[in-house]
């Protein structure tokens, strides 16, 4: 069998393009590791807001917010987002960088200044100290990433896409008009490859001879600790600290901590750097009134970064047929529904809002992308 597509990659843009593709033809989706979402899908802070990014990515968020508010009938049992809030607070000689943030409010965004008064009610175990100035963004939720992904691989199947894990794409060539696509065990042909494969989607352009993208995985890292006893975690706010990169958020009872760090790696499986962790839980102990005596959980996870920092999706244009879904940064998850509309859009050459829209700011040609 020749399928359409041939997908590389079970994460959150691998399973969101085979569910929009199959619609329009036969999908095969190929990942390498045991389950679909071990990498960084399955290791995200799970935040959906409009106002991350750059302005490109900051309008696809916007225009994923209905699909997240109204996903289609049948594709998961409770809702993707959960209201939870950002307080952004500044310490002395910080409250300039919570203008930016002010700028950004909008109708049905609002990003207001509060009190520090009410922003050490909302989170009492911040240093009063520590809060001059503070900003609040009611509209940031949570997202239910496990639903989302269950969701498109469920919906995916339901459309005739075959999804196979423990196969790691090594080859792939040309072959009578068709990719031959070779795992270690077996072989497959498909009239185009979706490259999915994040962190490792330059690894797969290599492979059909296209040229790089220039993409960077940048490892972050978070960690678990245990809330302090008297909050409700649950009714937390996310938070973040102005001229830092750290940030918090109430996780299933436990307060998530990351130091928003970007380190440079290959794509591998992540894991936390020691001295980061011990380096991010100083940082707690004097940034806030918790005491950090245990780290309950600690991961790392790999956000992938072209120079501009907007995701990359089209045709390759030295590569026929060869088609890049990759570079979402860290907002991969918030972006999914509209990239992977934008995937089925393109590869059917589908007029649509959405390819209006972001088809020429998102293409691989803004890198000259050709041939070797
Ligand atoms: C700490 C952290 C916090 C984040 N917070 C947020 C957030 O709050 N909101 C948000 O929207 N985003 C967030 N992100 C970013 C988001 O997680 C990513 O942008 C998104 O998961 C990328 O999805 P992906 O499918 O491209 O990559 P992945 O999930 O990494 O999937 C790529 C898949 O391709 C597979 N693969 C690779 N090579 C091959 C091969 N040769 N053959 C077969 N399969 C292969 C891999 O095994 C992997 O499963 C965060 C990321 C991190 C690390």
Redesign the pocket.
């Given at each position: 069998m020749i399928y359409d597509f041939g997908v590389?990659?079970?994460?959150?843009?691998?399973?969101s393009a085979a569910y929009e593709l199959a619609e329009h033809g036969s999908v095969l989706l190929?990942?390498?590791?045991n389950v679909?979402?071990?990498?960084?899908?399955?290791?995200?802070?799970?935040?959906?807001t409009r106002n991350?990014g750059g302005p490109v990515v900051r309008r696809i968020n916007d225009a994923s917010a209905s699909f997240f508010a109204q996903p289609p009938s049948g594709f998961c049992d409770s809702p993707l987002l959960s209201a939870r809030g950002c307080l952004t607070v500044a310490s002395a000689g910080f409250e300039e960088e919570l203008k930016p943030l002010l700028a950004m409010s909008q109708a049905g965004e609002i990003v207001c200044r509060i009190d520090p008064k009410e922003a050490l009610e909302r989170v009492p175990f911040l240093r009063p100290e520590r809060v001059q100035g503070a900003v609040y963004e009611a509209n940031v939720s949570d997202?239910d990433v496990a639903s989302l992904h269950q969701g498109y691989i469920k919906g995916a199947r339901m459309r005739g896409a075959e999804m196979l894990v423990k196969?790691?794409?090594?080859r792939i060539s040309r072959d009578a008009g068709a990719w031959l696509i070779e795992?270690a065990n077996n072989s497959f042909r498909a009239l185009h490859i979706i490259n999915?494969?994040?962190?490792?989607?330059d690894?797969?352009g290599a492979l059909v001879g296209a040229r790089s993208v220039g993409l960077v995985p940048k490892?972050?890292?978070?960690i678990l600790i245990k809330a302090p006893n008297e909050i409700v975690c649950a009714k937390l706010p996310a938070i973040d600290f102005a001229g830092t990169d750290a940030y918090m958020k109430p996780d299933a009872g436990r307060l998530m901590v990351?130091p928003g760090d970007a380190t440079p790696s290959g794509?591998m499986d992540?894991w936390a750097d020691d001295m980061d962790i011990a380096v991010l839980a100083d940082w707690i102990e004097s940034e806030t009134l918790i005491k950090v005596p245990k780290i309950e959980h600690s991961?790392?996870?790999?956000?992938?970064f072209v120079p501009d920092e907007a995701p990359v999706v089209g045709f390759d244009h030295g590569v026929p047929n060869f088609f890049w879904?990759?570079g979402?940064?860290?907002?991969?998850?918030?972006?999914?529904p509209v990239l992977a509309k934008l995937t089925a859009d393109l590869c059917t050459k589908a007029n649509s809002e959405i390819s209006t829209e972001f088809a020429v700011a998102l293409s691989p040609a803004r890198f000259n992308s050709f041939a070797k």
């Amino acid at each position: 069998m020749i399928y359409d597509f041939g997908v590389v990659g079970g994460g959150i843009a691998g399973v969101s393009a085979a569910y929009e593709l199959a619609e329009h033809g036969s999908v095969l989706l190929l990942e390498t590791e045991n389950v679909m979402g071990y990498h960084a899908t399955g290791r995200s802070a799970a935040l959906f807001t409009r106002n991350f990014g750059g302005p490109v990515v900051r309008r696809i968020n916007d225009a994923s917010a209905s699909f997240f508010a109204q996903p289609p009938s049948g594709f998961c049992d409770s809702p993707l987002l959960s209201a939870r809030g950002c307080l952004t607070v500044a310490s002395a000689g910080f409250e300039e960088e919570l203008k930016p943030l002010l700028a950004m409010s909008q109708a049905g965004e609002i990003v207001c200044r509060i009190d520090p008064k009410e922003a050490l009610e909302r989170v009492p175990f911040l240093r009063p100290e520590r809060v001059q100035g503070a900003v609040y963004e009611a509209n940031v939720s949570d997202i239910d990433v496990a639903s989302l992904h269950q969701g498109y691989i469920k919906g995916a199947r339901m459309r005739g896409a075959e999804m196979l894990v423990k196969q790691g794409v090594l080859r792939i060539s040309r072959d009578a008009g068709a990719w031959l696509i070779e795992t270690a065990n077996n072989s497959f042909r498909a009239l185009h490859i979706i490259n999915a494969a994040g962190a490792w989607a330059d690894e797969i352009g290599a492979l059909v001879g296209a040229r790089s993208v220039g993409l960077v995985p940048k490892r972050r890292t978070g960690i678990l600790i245990k809330a302090p006893n008297e909050i409700v975690c649950a009714k937390l706010p996310a938070i973040d600290f102005a001229g830092t990169d750290a940030y918090m958020k109430p996780d299933a009872g436990r307060l998530m901590v990351s130091p928003g760090d970007a380190t440079p790696s290959g794509p591998m499986d992540a894991w936390a750097d020691d001295m980061d962790i011990a380096v991010l839980a100083d940082w707690i102990e004097s940034e806030t009134l918790i005491k950090v005596p245990k780290i309950e959980h600690s991961w790392a996870g790999l956000r992938s970064f072209v120079p501009d920092e907007a995701p990359v999706v089209g045709f390759d244009h030295g590569v026929p047929n060869f088609f890049w879904l990759a570079g979402q940064g860290g907002y991969g998850i918030m972006m999914a529904p509209v990239l992977a509309k934008l995937t089925a859009d393109l590869c059917t050459k589908a007029n649509s809002e959405i390819s209006t829209e972001f088809a020429v700011a998102l293409s691989p040609a803004r890198f000259n992308s050709f041939a070797k």
